[in-house]
């Protein structure tokens, strides 16, 4: 027990550091992402002024077209320089007679009826009108516009701009004259960091405005203020000249739209004093800019510390989660541990939503108290990442006590489940997943139709909502994934099957890709795979031994066979005069000699068929080899009195084939046919093109009954003479087969009643 206090410690104390090393990253996201320079990457710290931001450019052009905007509001609103509220500034008509003059006054006053004032907080933005103000019926009253301050009668070309209401109308002048006294109010007053002067002269230049917030300024003491612009309508091209990092080219147009004479001689020129003196909007924008970036510097340095913290300690108790110390190999489970698995996440799912809805709401509540409001959207969403991360961190770590258990899928009741359909048939197994994956899609999608019911169309983007979305979907996935599983499954089994009937008996299952019965039927596959290899070696090697065994008779044959031939030859020399013995002296000639080219087909034969010879494969014209074959049998055939009858192409038709093995094969289908064919009739050969192969083929009538299948005809041994009186051993058409076969040829036998026919096809090479 005293040496499991100090441990316990010693974990509650990295858990405790865990959680402030995740505060300060928090608290560092937090200065960078509640910071005007959110979003601009890293390359301005260290590259860019104050004077090279962004922002700045953006302000100065704004300011620039304040400036021009200005000297408009000033024909609108003024006289001799000074604000005229008796100013026209709106004729319109309700019908004849109706004709009725507006003053900037009347304006003001009809404004402050309707609730419109100048928010001088807001730099004189304007406010208003009245919420729920109930106007008067000729209030609505559309009225014949003649005349506007800031529309010339030529614009007034279509009803749409002619006709409007008293109320519109002078929103759209007040709009007019809370810019004009913002700009007033900024730029024109002596505190100030940008002053301005834009000159326009006529031709003679007797007649010229001047605008300008510094009349005691030359052009030179505003361009040496730091940053300046200065353009020159009578210069020779359109250049801007400035030293901002920002060439303004709306400068040159809005110089024509504002020139009230017909005359390039004009100029402006702005500077900015960048030491930055008056306390105006630009030291503030300045003194802003600098403190957030000093802000998001050190965001930088407390993120990037909180997180070196947070990923050591969170190491630190990855290993030590379960155990008392590094050493201890035992694993210490909390109650909450000893749930089922799927039970404690749906917990955690519940905690993890009223830490959304009630725990989250009320921490950033706390937060607004010292975060602008313009930041309370992010300062939300950080405190919501922060609930969200603390519950996430429980769950993670109580699923990694479980995992080093081993309980984690064996304590659920999904394991339970999966055990209970594994072991029951393929027809209660999809039963019940049907039911179960059914009534999963009713009930989220009752609580969803539920929630998006009681709570608006907002709620499609609140986050219990696109929670529920997620897990809905995440639900889907899993029951495809086991369907797409079992359809794999199913796909190998058959692919097993189709490999062992296609003969590939060697084929095996990996049987760790399967579960539950697919599992069992792949184990039964791999044994009919070894059952049937076990089938087939004991095959070959019945058919290696067999050609063993005529290999060595043969051979064991052929050298007494060569003598009695040698001393039968020997004996014909000593010209016995006895008839009787002349007699007997021939047919022992014969049968030897038959017996002698019996053992040579027999080991040709069994060569062929067991593929134990070596090809010479060259390009061979075949139409010339069988006009040779022809000539060789063309004395045998006529002895026999068959008449051959050729049907040969007049061209040279190239395949690849052993010369001798082909000849050998044309020679025992010549000889088949002198053999067997019946006399005084036909024998036809032909050569056929037939386009990727070419076909030679001969038929012959047989001298005896062909009551045999075409298949039986090329086994060894196999004659169509069944009284076997002819001198054929049985083993010509076999032997022509295997040889065919071996060069990539294809043999086909065919018999229609005494009619018999052989084809040899080879692929044309020309």
Known sequence: MKQKVPSTFFKRFIGFLHVVFACVTLVGIGFMYLNTNYGRGLDWINNESFEQSPDFNKKVQTDISNIFNYIKYREFFETNGEIDYSKTVLEVTSGPGGDKTYTLNDIILYGKELGYYLDEANDYALQGPYENLELPEEANERLYVQWRCYQSAEELTGPEQAYETLPKLTYEILKRYSAYYSIHSRLMSDFTNLYFRVAFYSKNDIIYQIHTNAPEMTTEDMMSKGKYVYYAGDSNDLAVRTNFDSTFPSIPALMIQNNPYNSTKNYVVIGLDTSYKANDDYYQAYTTYNRSTETFINGIYLTVAGLAGSLLTFFILLFLSGHNTFDDKTVSMYPLDKLKTDFFLLIMMLVTYLGISVGAPTLSKLLHLVVASNYWERANRMVMFGVIYFCMLLTFFSLVRRYKAETLWSNSFLHDLT????????????????????????????????????????????????????????????????????????????????????????????????????????????????????????QVKSERLKADLITNVSHDIKTPLTSIINYVDLIKREKIDNPTVQKYLEVLDQKSHRLKTLTEDLVEASKASSGNIKLEMNHIDIVELVQQTNGEFEEKYAFRKLEMVNNLPNEVILIEADGRRLWRVLENLYNNACKYALENTRVYISVEDRGSDVVFSIKNISADPLNISPDELTERFVRGDVSRTTEGSGLGLSIAKSLTQLQGGKFLITIDGDLFKAEVSFPIKN
């Not at 055990?419 to 999608?445: P, W």
């Not at 994934?481 to 796909?491: C, E, F, G, P, S």
């Not at 058959?494 to 095996?508: R, W």
């Open 419 to 538: 055990n209970a359909l594994s072991e029951s048939t393929f027809k209660y197994r999809l039963t019940m997943v049907y039911v179960l994956y059914l009534s999963y899609n009713v009930f989220i999608i009752t609580i969803g139709a539920f929630y998006v019911l009681n709570n608006g169309d907002e709620s499609l983007r609140s986050i219990p909502f696109i929670a529920g979305m997620i897990v809905w979907i995440v639900g889907n996935l899993v029951v495809f994934y086991h369907l797409y599983r079992n359809a794999k499954q199913t796909d190998m089994l058959h692919q097993a099957i189709e490999k062992l009937a296609a003969g590939e008996t060697s084929y095996k299952v990996d049987v760790s890709e399967f579960s539950s019965l697919e599992a069992s039927l792949a184990e039964g596959l791999n044994r009919i795979s070894d059952g049937l290899e076990t089938a087939l070696a004991e």
